[in-house]
């Protein structure tokens, strides 16, 4: 942006003379953005400014209200006009949000972009206001239950908006938000349209329009809010078990023990009469025909919803002390994930392979569902996830697709897993977050499966061809005849045009995947050098880029520095391939320390009564410096400054120490020992003192001075070159 | 930023005797809590929602004292007395690891409060607990002078088949164990000191439980703690000196070079530092009970049997500050790093949203029907820095700056709506409207005509209407 300097606001009133849109609001809003405009304008000047965004806010033109609005956002961002306008820029608003911007049947753009900058305008205003308790008591709160009115009624029109600043107040004013709780669900009802509408959202919207129905469950009732959620959530878990268990009528979920553990952990109706009143399922009941199969694919939108309900409630955004049954929770989700089709197998007189496939593409759906939350838990949870850390991870294992060979091998069904590949993806995931919760995991057999999992879909294949074409000349030459075979013989000539490589996105979970696993457990040396092998395969592929993956980096730092019981570090084949900073602690180990200083009885005494000598510890890169030639000068120098007193640099280093003086904690409270640089004294308030020096053994005795500090600024120009070696060793030499 | 000292007696003279919060860099005392004796304490941290746990001596009760109140919050029965206490934080989740007097060891969660384990770990008291700085191991000493390493996740297991084992077992004292540190470090890197009344301590890897170093003091080691930067070893001894001991040396080569490792002895007695040039010695003839050092590593605060606390300064080995006195020994010594000077974001605030109240803790091991249902307290109790993360999230666009490149980004795009809509309406709507106008036109001229003819027309009919109508009325007076 060009602007830098500061325009008056006496330049900007011309141009908002009668509604007039015709001026340019990237030369005028930047002026009224200046804080200097603004503090220096005259009273006038801003009451005029003000007034006129005012009426532009009060025209019944689309195009005018917009260009008010935003030049009131501009203008709000001074506290000066907040102060004296935002009561009347609020009201305006929320006019026009009230009035739809006179939307009838049919609905405009234009209409929608100033509506939804009006609301955005409205939002920044209460942001500023928010938190400041004369301004909010004065100002917002009067004004808020036409704000919610206004913000209900457009919720159809600009359902992004509206939900994003409803989400604010919910979070903040929830007395004033009480009387519309009905009105708000009853608009988020419409949008979500039972499960339909759900589906239709983007992700933030869904998101947003969730966390509002989840929180007017709760989060506004006057008191009791910790039973109220309690109550609402074991609903919840009620309805998601009625709606799974609508698959009983399909499949015989009595064939799987394990299974109906699970459901009878769960939370069931209520026998009690009174609670059963109680109970009130969130959406009507399905309608599903068995004879239709994608009806069973409503089965998976209502467990969509119902999940997204379930994770809003379990990560209470509002804040409110709760007690959360964890268990019921994890039970429902390792429910979703238990169900297979290998274990609960289809009623037998369904005998459609469509609704087949269909129920089976439900249920992966559901767990897909199941296992994003499951992704989600350990950061909401943390270390209270633990105690089911191994529950949990059996159940990852067992979704992984695998058959039992006749000779008793388990192997990965490899057709269903690039089939299932966005469910794979989802089982990584989960796992290596379960699995960054903790280290060293004593039982890392399921880990060896999901290892090897991970594994396969990092492979390069070819598309699966069709095997009456594949088969047999004579089938070959009768298609040629046809004419239908051309981009066959491609892919027999040239199979590498045609071979499918592992995505990106394949990669990114695998690498994050490997990196979690290399950190948190000691795998067989066999499986670590398959995941080594596919590191050092991986950085040579991506070695040519400009910049290395972030988690491609992480999975080679890992791979080093957890090495496992594997004693064949890739330390130098990762080093010959890329060059990586983190590397060079490797290559060039080093003590925790370089220079340090240490006292002794026969040392320098400052005027503290410190004593004090320094010590080289002979750490090479310490050396480096001492002998570059700078050092060599600054040595020189320092030596002149001993002998001829001041020179040209002690004013730096003067400056240097006043900054850093502080008289109250001298020398006791400043620690040399955490020094990096080599030992530094200035001649600033210098006296003479002694100090023992004594290199490869022999001692000498200097002169010098230092100062009564302990001066440890790496930018002071003066050094000790002195170096001592006092320790025991030498001592008994 | 400040770093802040908290000690508690282990026995007291007055009932009502303090435990207190000071700052080791200035004479400010943050806090103080009342009836404060212990076996052990655990604090949390400092400031708004933080905690205090304290096992009582001589009873099987765990009192919680609450950040702001001096007297205790909560007091929970526990099944026996506690000699050594430890609040842990795992991702985000509080838990407390208490060592009984019988050499149990016990695991609460305290959002939940179930008693998730209680292994039989040593033979006789445990004296000593500490945790690695990622909360994943656990190292318990005992006066039976074992010292055993756990994974804590194995001891936070619901129901775990078979029963967690420790991953260590150190039997190289000989006399009861006295204190426990831990370095900091990845998982492979951590080094384990443990320090006995046999006059020993020891330095351990963690991950292979292999002896590196023995250091030999001479006399019972109480206390022991660690340079940050594993540079210096220092020990509390019985005698009241503190005895500081070299990491890392400059052998005769003027090289610098590791003082541990391959199972090297190291003597650290006072006959090897005649001239006491490796000693503090302010504690004078007072056993040494506590020891902790500075984040900075310039500072050493130590505690002795006399109810003294010092703040030494390690490079002059001279006392920098002394605390308030305790009437009794301290048992137990936390320097934490605090910023008690910042507004915290639950103070803006109007919601408070740190639970008061903690789950009891539950006396027996937690039952089948408790593990599915699994019920936790949110926000996480006992972990205040959750919240105030989530507090922080909410309140982060208040410290944001005003975008005005993107806001201005924003207007051009909305602008764009407008223009081009105003230009189909120049470009389109224009046309149609001329096209409209001579439509009109045309038709106007058409109805004109039209009703010009039927005027004709219906002047014609009215006359012949009226000769008509005259010929009648002719015809009338005729008759």
């Not at chain 2, 302010?282 to 010092?310: E, N, Y």
């Not at chain 2, 009891?360 to 996480?380: G, Q, V, Y």
């Amino acid at each position: 942006m060009g602007y830098q300097g500061f325009v008056g606001l006496d330049v900007v009133i011309p141009h908002l003379k009668d509604n007039s849109v015709e001026s340019d609001l990237m030369e005028i809003l930047p002026i009224i953005a200046d804080e200097n405009a603004v503090n220096e304008a005259s009273k006038a000047d801003l009451t005029h400014v003000t007034s006129r965004a005012a009426n532009y806010l009060r025209s019944n033109q689309p195009e005018v209200r917009w260009f008010g609005t935003k030049l009131v956002h501009v203008l709000c961002l001074h506290p000066r006009i907040i102060a004296s306008d935002a009561g009347n820029f609020i009201s305006a608003l929320t006019k026009i949000i009230g009035s739809k911007c006179f939307i009838t049947s049919t609905i405009d753009v234009r209409q929608i972009t100033c509506l939804e900058s009006a609301i955005s305008t409205l939002d920044f205003i209460m942001d500023k206001i928010r938190h400041k308790v004369a301004l909010t008591r004065e100002i917002l709160t009067p004004r808020l239950p036409s704000i919610v009115q206004s913000l209900v009624s457009v919720m159809y029109l600009c359902p992004k908006p509206a939900n994003f600043v409803l989400r604010k107040l919910l979070m903040n004013n929830t007395t004033t938000l009480r009387p519309f709780t009905s009105k708000i669900q009853k608009e988020l009802i419409i949008l979500l349209d039972d499960d339909e509408g759900l589906h239709k959202m983007d992700d933030e919207l869904q998101s947003l329009v969730v966390s509002n129905f989840v929180t007017i469950q709760y989060a506004l009732e006057r008191t009791n809010t910790e039973e109220i959620y309690r109550q609402k959530l074991l609903h919840l878990l009620i309805e998601m078990k009625e709606v799974f268990e609508i698959y009983s009528e399909f499949l015989d979920l009595n064939e799987d023990p394990n299974l109906q553990k699970l459901l009878a952990s769960l939370p069931s109706l209520p026998h009690n009469e009174e609670e059963k009143g109680n109970y009130k399922p969130l959406f009507p009941s399905l309608d599903i025909d068995t004879l239709e199969p994608l009806d069973t694919l409503k089965i998976s939108r209502r467990l969509h919803l119902l999940t997204s309900l379930l994770r809003e409630f379990i990560s209470n955004s509002s804040g409110i002390a709760v007690k959360l049954p964890l268990g019921y929770v994890i039970s429902f989700l390792e429910l979703n994930l238990s169900l297979d089709l290998r274990f609960a197998p289809m009623k037998k007189e369904f005998r459609d392979v469509s609704l087949k496939k269909t129920v089976e593409f439900s249920i992966i759906k559901n767990k897909i569902c199941a296992l994003k939350l499951l992704t989600q838990l350990p950061s909401i949870f943390g270390g209270n996830l633990l105690p089911h850390f191994s529950s949990l991870l059996s159940v990852y294992e067992l979704s992984i697709p695998v058959e039992i060979r006749k000779n008793g091998h388990i192997t990965i069904i490899e057709e269903r897993v690039w089939s299932q590949l966005n469910f794979i993806h989802q089982i990584l995931l989960a796992a290596s977050e379960l699995l960054s919760l903790t280290y060293n995991v004593v039982n890392f057999t399921p880990v060896l499966k999901l290892v090897d999992v991970a594994l396969l879909i990092t492979k390069s294949r070819l598309p699966k061809l069709d095997q009456s074409n594949s088969n047999g000349g004579s089938s070959l030459k009768r298609k040629k005849k046809g004419g239908q075979v051309i981009p066959l013989s491609d892919m027999l000539s040239h199979q590498h045009l045609f071979t499918i490589t592992a995505s990106k996105q394949t990669l990114a979970v695998v690498r994050q995947f490997f990196a979690t696993v290399l950190k948190t457990c000691h795998l067989p040396s066999s499986k670590q050098s398959q995941i080594l092998r596919f590191v050092v395969i991986d950085t040579v592929k991506h070695r040519s880029e400009a910049r290395i993956d972030k988690n491609l980096q992480e999975l080679i730092h890992n791979s080093i520095l957890f090495p496992g019981h594997d004693r064949n570090s890739i330390l130098p084949i990762i080093s010959s391939i890329i060059s990586d900073e983190f590397l060079s602690v490797f290559m060039n180990p080093r003590f925790p320390i370089s220079p340090r200083r240490d006292t002794t009885e026969g040392g320098n005494i400052g005027s503290n009564g410190v004593t004090i000598s320094y010590i080289d510890d002979g750490d090479e890169d310490s050396d480096d410096e001492l002998d570059d030639d700078d050092s060599l000068s600054k040595k020189q120098k320092t030596s002149d400054v001993i002998t001829e007193g001041v020179d040209s640099y002690e004013v730096d280093t003067v400056e240097i120490l006043n900054k850093n003086d502080e008289p109250e904690n001298t020398g006791l409270n400043h620690n040399p020992l955490v020094e990096q640089e080599p030992v530094k004294i200035s001649s600033w308030k210098r006296e003479e003192t002694q100090v023992e020096v004594s290199v490869s053994g022999l001692a000498k005795e200097t002169a010098v001075q230092i100062s009564n500090e302990y001066d440890s600024d790496s930018n002071s120009e003066f050094e000790i070159p002195v170096i001592v070696a006092n320790d025991s060793d030498d001592d008994d030499e | 930023m400040d770093e802040s000292v908290f000690y508690t007696p282990s026995t007291a003279t007055d009932a009502a005797e303090l435990s207190f919060l000071a700052s080791i860099r200035s004479n400010k005392s943050h806090v103080q809590f009342r009836q404060c004796t212990a076996n052990a304490a655990s604090i949390t941290g400092t400031g708004q929602g933080h905690r205090l746990f304290v096992a009582c001596p001589e009873k099987a009760l765990v009192q919680v004292y609450l950040w702001g109140k001096e007297s205790p919050e909560q007091k929970m029965a526990v099944p026996e007395e506690l000699t050594s206490l430890l609040w842990v934080h795992i991702f985000g989740a509080g838990f407390l690891v208490g060592g009984g007097k019988s050499g149990r060891l016990y695991v609460w969660e305290l959002a939940s409060g179930y008693l998730l384990s209680a292994r039989e770990a040593h033979y006789q008291e445990v004296s000593c607990l500490e945790v690695s700085h990622d909360g994943q191991v656990l190292v318990s000493g005992g006066k039976d002078s074992r010292v055993l390493i756990w994974r804590l996740a194995d001891l936070i297991q619901f129901s775990p088949d078979p029963l967690p084992k420790p991953v260590h077992v150190l039997t190289n004292h000989s006399l009861p164990i006295t204190s426990i540190a831990l370095t900091k470090g990845i998982s492979n890197d951590i080094k384990l000191f443990t320090s006995s009344l046999d006059g020993e301590v020891r330095h351990y890897n963690v991950s292979s439980g292999e002896l590196l170093t023995t250091f030999i003091f001479g006399e019972p080691v109480n206390a022991l703690a660690v340079d940050p930067a594993q540079r210096y070893l220092y020990a509390g001894l019985s005698s009241g000196t503190i005895r500081l001991v070299p990491l890392f040396i400059v052998n005769h080569k003027n090289q610098l070079e590791s003082n541990t490792g391959c199972g090297k002895l190291v003597s650290a007695t006072s006959a090897d530092d005649p001239e006491s040039q490796f000693a503090i010695t302010s504690h004078q003839d007072s056993p040494v009970t506590c020891l902790q050092v500075s984040a900075d590593g310039g500072l050493l605060v130590s505690a002795d049997s006399a109810g003294k606390v010092f703040v030494n300064d390690i490079v002059s080995r001279q006392v920098a500050r002394q605390l308030r006195d305790c009437s009794g020994p301290i048992s137990t010594l936390r320097l934490l790093i605090n910023d008690l000077e910042r507004v915290e974001p639950s103070d803006l605030s109007t919601k408070s949203s740190t639970p008061r109240i903690l789950p009891n803790l539950k006396r027996s091991l937690i039952s089948d029907t408790e593990i599915s249902k699994h019920d936790i307290s949110i926000p996480a109790a006992g972990t205040p820095e959750g919240d105030i993360g989530s507090l922080t999230s909410d309140n982060e666009h208040l410290r944001e700056q005003f975008d005005l490149r993107g806001f201005l980004n924003q207007v051009r795009k909305e602008h764009a709506v407008y223009q081009i809509n105003t230009e189909e309406e120049a470009d389109v709507d224009q046309p149609v409207q001329q096209q409209q106008n001579t439509d009109e036109t045309a038709s106007t001229q058409q109805y004109a005509s039209q009703l010009k003819e039927m005027t004709k027309a219906y002047n014609e009919l009215r006359r012949v209407h009226q000769d008509l109508y005259s010929e009648h009325l002719k015809l009338l007076d005729r008759d």
